[in-house]
Antibody, heavy 118, light 111 residues
Framework: EVQLVESGGGLVQPGGSLRLSCAASGFTFSSYEMNWVRQAPGKGLEWVSYISSSGSTIYYADSVKGRFTISRDNAKNSLYLQMNSLRAEDTAVYYC???????????WGQGTLVTVSS | QSVLTQPPSASGTPGQRVTISCSGSSSNIGSNYVYWYQQLPGTAPKLLIYRNNQRPSGVPDRFSGSKSGTSASLAISGLRSEDEADYYCAAWDDSLSGGVVFGGGTKLTVL
């Protein structure tokens, strides 16, 4: 069964850091592009970042550029999101999702909640 | 506001056909594939349509997608109560900032 499981969310103060992880199983992780997509409470979906299967190509949304870093470890079937200088507006459920083309997200993990508050 | 424009709400009765529109520009829908996602209450989104009009295995053929110019549509025929959900369109944007852009989402209510 194809599965993505996020972890690492929690409560952090403004200006703080957090590292999210996404563990993949049931498919050849190293062959797939990966993304992070977030959803603020009661709001719509917002794409955050993309990384190619080899890790050589990376894209970020303007809202997180310079603060967030996406990475992957194909040997560990894992995707990461290092989030620094967190702001209240970064509060959201963060989903990892695999892709075959830009914009194609399937499947999705169950999400992990990040709350930025003092 | 979102780069792609969707109506905030839509509704229909069981058995009806409903369409949800998604309007963009030449840098996104006009030059790239459109994807549609369904998000049932309290769950993660699920891919519904890929490459404008293709259905993943397991998605009923009641769901169909189309694209024309800088707009796209999702049609749901034979509406069922379990279709009540939020629906989002998405596409890659070729503009300077780039990235994947989503519509604001459409909440579908089955009356």
């Amino acid at each position: 069964e194809v599965q993505l499981v996020e972890s690492g969310g929690g409560l952090v103060q403004p200006g703080g850091s957090l590292r999210l992880s996404c563990a993949a199983s049931g498919f050849t992780f190293s062959s797939y592009e990966m993304n992070w997509v977030r959803q603020a409470p009661g709001k719509g979906l917002e794409w955050v970042s993309y990384i190619s299967s080899s890790g050589s190509t990376i894209y970020y949304a303007d809202s997180v550029k310079g603060r967030f870093t996406i990475s992957r470890d194909n040997a560990k079937n894992s995707l990461y999101l290092q989030m620094n200088s967190l702001r209240a507006e970064d509060t959201a459920v963060y989903y990892c999702a695999s892709s075959r083309l830009l914009g194609w997200f399937d499947p999705w993990g169950q999400g992990t909640l990040v709350t930025v508050s003092s | 506001q979102s780069v792609l424009t969707q109506p905030p709400s839509a509704s229909g009765t069981p058995g009806q056909r409903v369409t949800i529109s998604c309007s963009g520009s030449s840098s996104n829908i006009g030059s790239n594939y459109v994807y549609w996602y369904q998000q049932l209450p309290g769950t993660a989104p699920k891919l519904l349509i890929y490459r404008n009009n293709q259905r993943p295995s397991g998605v009923p053929d009641r769901f169909s997608g189309s694209k024309s110019g800088t707009s796209a549509s999702l049609a749901i025929s034979g509406l069922r109560s379990e279709d009540e959900a939020d629906y989002y369109c998405a596409a890659w944007d070729d503009s300077l900032s780039g990235g994947v852009v989503f519509g604001g989402g459409t909440k579908l209510t089955v009356l």
